[in-house]
């Protein structure tokens, strides 16, 4: 096990009708000024705009309010919000929505008290502070909401990148499963992908001796190969919403990640699917990190016979250990595809003449040094080639 710093000291308020903390839990953290973002219409129908609004009111707080955060959040949403708060002496951000709000409201929050161009931070520059943030969240996906991370699009340029600081860690998350139990199948299902390929990304490592965050990957897997047909059959099941709510913030505040190297290659590969024909991040990474485990998986097997037997039960072939190697490739491809999530990126707009463009985008890998991921090191012709295994 790698030597670590960790520290995740977001206050999770998790159950039934929590988004009524929302004003107490911001008057807590300091906030007295806030700046309310979400996306579309959905949380005003739904009726958790008025229950948001009045318990801000009830505290005593003032708000000014953003909506029309998109999927795959845009830098021209956050320029604005950066304006709005500055305009209006914003001191807190609340996100009510998925990971696409919560991203933006991480990213203006970060810009709003910088001097410089906040996309600066997307570029590699460290982010000092911030406006605090609180988090309502309303799918479990992105695990945004207990991490120090966000990704955002910059439309000019067509780049999907991501930043990170401890200072963007939201100070609170609400977490209410309940608010989850209106989204369609597809979203909930892309969710659930996400949920596990955060995961993937974190397990597939050649640290050594790194069992207890090795086990704890495996068990957050295995809840989302229990719940997410269980949801799916049944989307008021509260109980299964639940497990995979915690999971998603579980698979991503770093607790799994800890000690060990990590990959990242499928979500890199992945965001250019997004930028580019605007695929849905976990209906892509469905896609992607079945391709990338067929490539690295001929160069370094080890950790997918581990991966086969103990989280799909595979049956391990002494023999033949490439077989256990495919057969644990093919439960999770067959898992996915269950699900319905796509099977090949044709399915997004994607040719084959695109692939070059796709890779070399992406800005991170060269024509020959393996520079990219973690488990193996890709260069330019690997990444081309894992999109080809995509189509």
């Not at 960790?6 to 009708?17: A, D, L, Q, Y």
């Not at 509260?238 to 290659?265: K, T």
Request: proline share 4%; charged share 25%.
């Amino acid at each position: 096990m790698l030597n670590f710093s960790f520290c995740s000291p977001t206050h999770f308020e998790f159950g039934k009708g929590t988004e009524k903390e929302t004003g107490a839990l911001i008057a807590r953290f300091g906030g007295k000024k806030i700046l309310l973002h979400y996306g579309g219409g959905s949380i005003k129908k739904s009726g958790l705009y008025d229950r948001v609004t009045a318990s801000l009111r009830e505290s005593g707080l003032a708000f000014v309010e953003l909506g029309g955060v998109v999927p795959n959040p845009e830098s021209g949403l956050v320029y604005k919000g950066i304006e709005l708060c500055r305009k209006e002496n914003v001191d807190f951000v609340l996100a009510v929505g998925g990971g696409s709000a919560i991203d933006s409201a991480k990213a203006i929050a970060a810009g709003a008290v910088y001097d410089g161009d906040f996309w600066d931070f997307f570029e590699g520059k460290t982010i000092e502070k911030a406006l605090p943030i609180g988090v309502i969240l309303t799918l479990a996906a992105a695990g945004s909401e207990g991490s120090s991370n966000s990704v955002v699009t910059n439309e000019k340029t067509n780049e999907k990148r991501g930043c990170y600081g401890e200072v963007i860690r939201p100070l609170f998350s609400i977490l209410n499963p309940e608010l989850t139990q209106t989204l369609p199948h597809y979203q909930t299902a892309a969710g659930a992908t996400d949920i596990m390929v955060h995961v993937i990304e974190r397990y597939f490592s050649n640290t050594k001796e790194v069992e207890i965050t090795d086990r704890l990957c495996e068990a957050v897997l295995k809840t989302m190969i229990y719940e997410t047909p269980r949801v799916l059959e049944n989307p008021d099941n509260y109980e299964a919403r639940a497990n995979i709510m915690w999971a998603g913030m579980v698979a991503h505040n770093n607790l799994c990640g800890v000690g060990r190297e990590q990959d990242w290659a499928s979500h890199g590969m992945e965001h250019e699917l997004s930028s580019f024909y605007g695929a849905t991040h976990g209906a892509g990474l469905a896609v992607i990190c079945p391709a990338w485990m067929k490539f690295v998986s001929r160069v370094n097997p080890a950790k997918f016979i581990q991966f086969a037997v103990r989280v799909w039960n595979c049956q391990m072939n002494f023999e033949h250990p490439e077989i256990t190697v495919r057969d644990g490739i093919e439960q999770f491809e067959n898992f996915l595809r269950k699900i319905g999530m796509p099977s090949s990126i044709k399915e997004f707009g994607a040719k084959e003449e695109d692939i070059p463009k796709l890779a070399r985008h992406i800005g991170r890998v060269s024509e020959s040094e393996k520079n990219f991921g973690g488990y193996v090191k890709l260069n330019l012709s690997d990444v081309e080639e894992i999109y080809r295994l995509a189509l």
